[in-house]
């Protein structure tokens, strides 16, 4: 089956410090790949996608991803955290279908 | 642009009785998805309207769970005879067929 993995469903970091989320995910062919942010109580919001061209994407708040076939996968990074990013992060792919399948989340901690 | 809306934001129903939930998509938007979301997990796809046809059901919408979306506007999600494991956020998202959906804030649903 076709799937997103998510390392790591908690990370914590201090206030400026580097973010980094993980994300594999399985495909028989190159997929679309997105991901969202979602804050307590409320819906997803997209951060970022990759469709095709150039691999790294960047997003809104400082956020950028890189697509990477070889390794199938596709971590976010933002250089300096802030405390507003504490939030849940999902990471989905589209491919062959209209559905999003989604991974299971991080929570980002931001700590002052 | 109000983006997508969902009716209600939270519903407390005892088990057994039917519930029904709305969703407005943004207006252009011709596709019209449904997700259920619960505690510590990623949002799993539920169904998958163009205009008013429904072209693809997850085997999570078991037979006590309808969607519609008449004349390609709006759409509910109904819950008939609720069970406890129905609680969960039920997402509603809407794309105009480009890539990215937009999600609403969801509707959480609580069974007891």
């Known amino acids: 089956a076709q799937s997103v993995t998510q390392l790591g469903s908690h990370v914590s970091v201090s206030e400026g410090a580097l973010v980094l989320l993980r994300c594999n995910y399985s495909s028989s062919v190159p997929p679309y790949l997105f991901w969202y942010v979602q804050y307590p109580n409320q819906g997803l919001q997209l951060l970022l996608k990759?469709?095709?061209?150039?691999?790294l994407v960047k997003g809104i708040n400082g956020f950028e991803a890189e697509f990477k076939k070889s390794e199938t996968s596709f971590h976010l990074t933002k250089p300096s955290a802030h405390m507003s990013d504490a939030a849940e992060y999902f990471c989905?792919?589209?491919?062959?279908?209209?559905?999003?399948?989604f991974g299971k989340g991080t929570k980002l901690t931001v700590n002052p | 642009d109000t983006g997508v809306s969902q009716d209600p934001r939270h519903k407390i129903t005892k088990r057994g009785q039917n519930v029904t939930f709305r969703c407005d998509p943004i207006s252009e938007h011709n596709r019209l998805y449904w997700y259920r979301q619960t505690l510590g997990q990623g949002p799993e796809f539920l169904t998958y309207?163009?205009?008013?046809?429904?072209?693809?059901k997850s085997r999570l919408l078991s037979d006590r769970f309808s969607a519609e979306r008449p004349k390609g506007s709006f759409s509910t999600l109904e819950i008939q005879r609720t069970e406890q494991g129905d609680s969960a956020m039920y997402l509603c998202?809407?794309?105009?067929?480009?890539?990215?959906?937009?999600f609403g804030q969801g509707t959480r649903l609580t069974v007891v």
């Open positions: 989905a792919r589209k491919g062959g279908s209209e559905k999003l399948v």
């Open positions: 998202a809407s794309s105009s067929g480009r890539l990215e959906a937009f």
């Open positions: 309207f163009q205009n008013e046809a429904q072209l693809e």
């Open positions: 990759y469709t095709t061209g150039a691999t």
